[in-house]
């Protein structure tokens, strides 16, 4: 039995990347798994990091649990939807505010004598868009993913990192999202 976490940063309630997350935990239940989902457009809580990493911010419930989700999971789910090239503003301001110094990491950031607090935890990184995959992965680098995963994720100590990418989702069909539904839930039965 794997614990999950499973983080759905996007600004809307009801979105494709939601059902993903919802098919994703459907499969790890099945399985045996402990999981959790947390959908930021569902959950209360200010964005912004108000002081930047200079001072403590106390988390809002909804944060404090996910925090709590993350810090206790062996196996992390990231689901967002490809926004102005990045991620969206609701889901960076969910990272910025749990990945806080003192739980992400500790020791000194500036002369880059610090501890990767969350070593040991596996990630899958799934990103939705409307442009086809293909044209993100080749023109444009899949730059957004490659900034989360090397950014992000490995400066925390992620590893090892997967991806998924769901291109053109308002252009295919019904049976092809049907079937990355079923991908994800096999993906949650085998906690991968």
């Excluded at 990493?53 to 419930?61: G, K, N, T, V």
């Amino acid at each position: 039995m794997t614990k999950i976490a499973i983080i759905v940063g996007h600004a809307r309630k009801d979105t494709f990347c939601e059902a993903l997350g919802k098919a994703y935990l459907k499969g790890a239940e099945a399985a045996g798994h402990e999981a959790a989902l947390f959908v930021t457009s569902r959950m209360a809580f200010d964005p912004v990091l108000h002081e930047g990493f200079s001072a403590p911010q106390p988390l809002e419930p909804d944060l404090q649990a996910a925090q709590d989700a993350v810090g206790a999971a062996e196996h992390l789910v990231f689901i967002f939807p490809l926004w102005l090239g990045t991620l969206p503003a609701i889901f960076k301001g969910f990272l910025e505010r749990i990945l806080q110094p003192g739980f992400a990491m500790s020791g000194d950031l500036a002369k880059g004598t610090y501890t990767r607090l969350l070593k040991g935890k596996s990630a899958r990184v799934i990103v939705t868009m409307g442009m086809p995959g293909f044209v993100y992965k080749w023109y444009f680098g899949a730059h957004a993913l490659k900034m989360f995963k090397r950014n992000i994720l490995k400066f925390v100590g992620i590893g090892p990192i997967r991806s998924s990418i769901f291109g053109n989702v308002e252009g295919v069909s019904a049976a092809k999202r049907q079937g990355w539904l079923k991908q994800m839930e096999e993906r949650g039965k085998n906690a991968a």
